[in-house]
């Protein structure tokens, strides 16, 4: 199901009101699409943390508006901890839309109990799916990853009518060797220098 943001019309823009919006406990925003005409907007913070939460894509708009929508953008602050502005999309539920969903990751891997280390080269996906369909999340089983093994975007299990667009070939997971533990030929693969066991100091430099 999907989140209600109760909207209100913001009639004044600018960092000074859009400072003071935030102070009131509202966060700015704007919803655009369909070829009509751009609305800007603010929202209730708590009602943005909830979808936060939720990892929620598409939305309810209720109060001054309403229509369906996805959240397209987020702005965040310099630390990355609150959200100080939206970009909503209208949308049709049975529209095709890509989104940016998160990976989760489930099982524990048979390389960690080899002595190896669990990498998570990306945190997300793209997919394409009907804007009333979009995941929460798609889960890639890494139970079965022995060390010096990946899994890869087409390894994810996606739900029934979503497809893949990141590519099918992208590295999502990988289980490696403690850096300690790697051969010369692997840290020279990685890009580091292999560790020297003995350097001769160097010949002093004759007269």
Not at 68 to 86: N, R, S
Not at 116 to 132: F, M, P, T, Y
């Amino acid at each position: 199901m999907a989140d209600v943001l109760q909207v209100e019309k913001r009639e004044l823009t600018g960092s000074a009101a859009t400072r003071r919006l935030r102070q009131s406990g509202r966060i700015p925003a704007v919803l655009y699409g369909h070829g009509e005409t751009t609305e800007s907007l603010s929202v209730p913070s708590d009602e943005v943390k909830a979808l936060l939460r939720h990892h929620g894509k598409t939305v309810e708009l209720a109060g001054a508006l309403n229509e369906t929508a996805m959240v397209y953008a987020m702005q965040w602050d310099p630390l990355g901890i609150e959200v100080l502005h939206l970009d909503l999309m209208r949308v049709n539920l049975s529209e095709k839309v890509d989104v940016t969903v998160t990976i989760l990751l489930r099982g524990e891997p048979v390389g960690v109990r080899e002595g190896g280390i669990l990498i998570e080269n990306h945190h997300d996906v793209e997919v394409r799916c009907s804007a009333g369909t979009i995941p929460e999340s798609v889960d890639l089983n890494v139970a079965d990853l022995h060390l010096g093994a990946s899994l890869t975007a087409a390894d994810i299990e996606l739900p029934e009518g979503v497809e893949l667009v990141t590519p099918a070939d992208t590295v999502v997971a990988h289980v490696e060797a403690p850096r300690g533990e790697q051969s010369a030929d692997e840290a020279e693969e990685a890009g580091a220098e292999p560790d020297v066991i003995a350097k001769g100091a160097p010949k002093d430099e004759e007269d």
